[in-house]
């Protein structure tokens, strides 16, 4: 399952300063209790939550005018991005790297198609495991109004930090729930599902199998929400 190898680095932008920060400040906090690594002051963002007027169209302009920012995503994908309804619009890139960090070359032995070293093999882990490299939230300002700093901010650590969909949680209290169209009220923060789900994946080596850490994720989340003896 695909998460962050590198220290993460959060950006934001298209609100007031005032707001801007306090929710930067609650994205870092939720990153650090999940054990994530973090940049320092001057790092590279590659975590961008951006609010905008028109999530569609500001996909459409960064396509056409900023390309490098879906660098590895397929157009099929970005289609989709366009094709998707609703004011979130959200993608990560991510990249193929051994489970040691090593990342595909280009080598002539094999007409230039990409090769990657593999040092060992195993029936338990796999030898590869899949970095997200960067990734962008597009929140359609109209759509942030009524929810409160905190709920946006763990909406988006959700959504960046992990490749989870928010259908995918669908039927869960979980803080994904935020922007659907259904009249329930969302929660007003992260929930046991999504502290078991977020620091979970981030424990433990980045090569396991899905399956495993599928399993391990439900555990966590299971003992999270079990009552207190």
């Known amino acids: ?22 929710l930067s400040n609650r994205m870092v906090r939720t990153a650090q209790a999940a054990g994530i690594r973090l940049g320092g002051e001057k790092c590279r963002a590659n975590v961008l939550v951006m609010f905008v007027d028109d999530g569609k169209a500001e996909v459409e302009r960064l396509a056409k005018h ?10 099929s994908k970005i289609a989709g991005l366009l ?21 595909m070359y280009n080598g002539p032995e094999y007409n230039g198609l990409p090769q990657l070293n593999i040092q060992l093999s195993s029936f338990i882990v796999l030898p590869i495991r899949e970095d997200i490299l960067f990734s962008v939230l597009l929140i359609d300002r ?28 669908a039927g869960v209290n979980s803080i994904l729930a935020l922007f659907d169209p259904e009249p329930a009220t969302p929660p007003l923060e992260m929930t046991d599902f999504d502290h078991g789900y977020l620091k979970t994946l981030y424990t433990g080596q980045g ?21 207190a003896p």
């Open 66 to 75: 900023s390309p490098w920012i879906f660098s590895g995503i397929d157009r």
């Open 83 to 103: 094709d998707e309804p609703g004011p979130i619009h959200v993608w990560s890139t991510t990249e193929i790297r051994s489970r040691d960090g090593d990342r």
């Open 1 to 22: 399952m695909a998460r962050f190898t590198e220290p993460v680095c959060f950006a934001t932008a298209g609100l007031p300063r005032a707001t801007l920060i306090p």
């Open 142 to 169: 109209k759509a942030a109004i009524g929810r409160n700093v905190n709920q946006i901010a763990d909406y988006a650590a959700m959504r960046t930090l992990t490749m989870i969909r928010a259908k995918g949680a």
């Open 207 to 227: 090569n396991q199998r899905s399956t495993v850490k599928v399993r391990q994720i439900g555990r966590a989340i299971l003992q999270a929400q079990a009552p």
